[in-house]
Nanobody, 126 residues
Framework: QVQLVESGGGSVQVGGSLRLSCAASERTYSWYATSWFRQAPGKEREFVAAISSRGGSLYENSVKGRFTIFRDIAKSAVYLQMNSLNPEDTAVYYC????????????????????WGQGTQVTVSS
């Protein structure tokens, strides 16, 4: 079973930046997508960004131009650089991984993801 551990969350002022990290244990599969989801109080979990094992990426519209997802293959880690944060970005952020062969669009639905981290809190205050 793949283990995912998030880190890097915290509190930041509006307009500030944070970098989230997702460290993964050694995988037993070759094709996958790693994604970030977030869940605010009283709301459902929503897709934020994803990157595939081939390097393709996908972003939710509200974070385009502000967030960047990237991978360090040697460290088996995925990062989410978050800039220009606003209060609407406040949520628990989760790293997730799905088996993905690249034959279709990277999935956005939480149900497509097999492995999940425990989450890291991001709070943006004005």
């Amino acid at each position: 079973q793949v283990q995912l551990v998030e880190s890097g969350g915290g509190s930041v002022q509006v307009g500030g930046s944070l970098r989230l990290s997702c460290a993964a244990s050694e995988r037993t599969y070759s094709w996958y997508a790693t994604s970030w989801f977030r869940q605010a109080p009283g709301k459902e979990r929503e897709f934020v960004a994803a990157i595939s094992s081939r390097g393709g990426s996908l972003y939710e519209n509200s974070v385009k131009g502000r967030f960047t997802i990237f991978r360090d293959i040697a460290k088996s880690a995925v990062y989410l650089q978050m800039n220009s944060l606003n209060p609407e970005d406040t949520a628990v952020y989760y790293c997730a991984e799905a088996i993905y062969a690249g034959m279709a669009a990277i999935p956005r639905a939480p149900g497509a993801y097999r492995y999940w981290g425990q989450g890291t809190q991001v709070t943006v205050s004005s």
